[in-house]
Nanobody
Framework: QVQLVESGGGVVQAGGSLKLSCAAS????????MAWFRQEPGKEREFVGV???????LYIDSVKGRFTFSRDNAKNTVYLQMSSLKPEDTAVYYC??????????????????WGQGTRVTVSS
């Protein structure tokens, strides 16, 4: 069983930056593919991107060049560095995990473990 806890959300002005963290319990964090999703009020949860066990990353087009994923296996933590934030980035951000090596999916049902979410609000 893996527990995920996100932190780092808050309110930021458009153009600003924010760094989210997702801390995982357990001793085998390095085998987990870690994904980020986000959900705006009244909308479906959206895949933002993923970082695999090799460090390989994938981003959706709308965040490419602005968001950066990283992971520190020694700290059982993944990070989402967000810059040049836009009002449309406003959402609750969730991290998700699956022990899948370097494989990934953009389907939320594929992931086994989820954090509780952290809210990001970008004001214009």
């Amino acid at each position: 069983q893996v527990q995920l806890v996100e932190s780092g959300g808050g309110v930021v002005q458009a153009g600003g930056s924010l760094k989210l963290s997702c801390a995982a319990s357990g001793r085998t964090f390095s085998i987990y593919t870690m994904a980020w999703f986000r959900q705006e009020p009244g909308k479906e949860r959206e895949f933002v991107g993923v970082i695999g066990t090799s460090g390989r990353t994938l981003y959706i087009d709308s965040v490419k060049g602005r968001f950066t994923f990283s992971r520190d296996n020694a700290k059982n933590t993944v990070y989402l560095q967000m810059s040049s934030l836009k009002p449309e980035d406003t959402a609750v951000y969730y991290c998700a995990a699956k022990a899948a090596g370097d494989n990934y999916s953009d389907n939320e049902a594929w992931y086994d473990y989820w954090g509780q979410g952290t809210r990001v609000t970008v004001s214009s």
